[in-house]
């Protein structure tokens, strides 16, 4: 990589607000030396203890394992694919694991010079998490974290 090259890794979660985290990227911090990274990070375990406290069918549970890989996989392409879309030049990383850790962690590997993540929205059980997730990467991320506020959250629109 040359050196102006810029890595920024984006974390996404398959939310508007990453949606949104993505378009502010490209709006207002993007640069044509830019080579971004899109973490993704799949919650399987949320989707399944959601649904069934009990879960006792194998079969059952397999199926819904290969519902979410799936799901999985066409995200992650539809991520790429905006890239492509937008013209940049990076990769899509889905990783499992716990996303405030895995987006420093993607940082890291890839020496990314910036960090932006959106933030998940009102849900009671969302707020803690989505807090967790952005404070724990502004605590531990070595670089400099954008953390974009979906225009739902503030009182005033966003103009283009």
């Not at 508007?16 to 990227?25: C, G």
């Not at 971004?36 to 059952?60: F, G, K």
């Not at 694919?81 to 990076?90: R, S, V």
């Amino acid at each position: 990589m040359a050196e102006e090259d810029r890595v920024v890794v984006i974390g996404m979660d398959g939310s508007e607000y990453s949606d949104y985290a993505f378009e502010w990227y490209i709006h207002n911090v993007h640069k044509p030396i830019d080579h971004v990274v899109i973490v993704h990070c799949p919650e399987y375990h949320h989707a399944m203890y959601a649904q069934a406290p009990v879960m006792t069918d194998v079969a059952l549970m397999t199926e819904m394992i290969h519902e979410e890989e799936k799901k999985v996989k066409q995200f992650t392409e539809h991520l790429g694919q905006k890239l492509k879309d937008a013209k940049i030049g990076g990769k899509v990383r889905s990783v499992c694991g716990k996303p405030g850790e895995v987006i420093c962690k993607v940082a890291e590997e890839e020496k990314a010079q910036l960090i932006v993540t959106g933030t998940r929205g009102k849900g009671v059980i969302r707020r803690t998490l989505v807090g967790s997730i952005s404070d724990y990467v502004l605590h531990h991320s070595h670089v400099p974290v954008v953390v974009c506020r979906h225009k739902d959250q503030k009182h005033h629109h966003h103009h283009h």
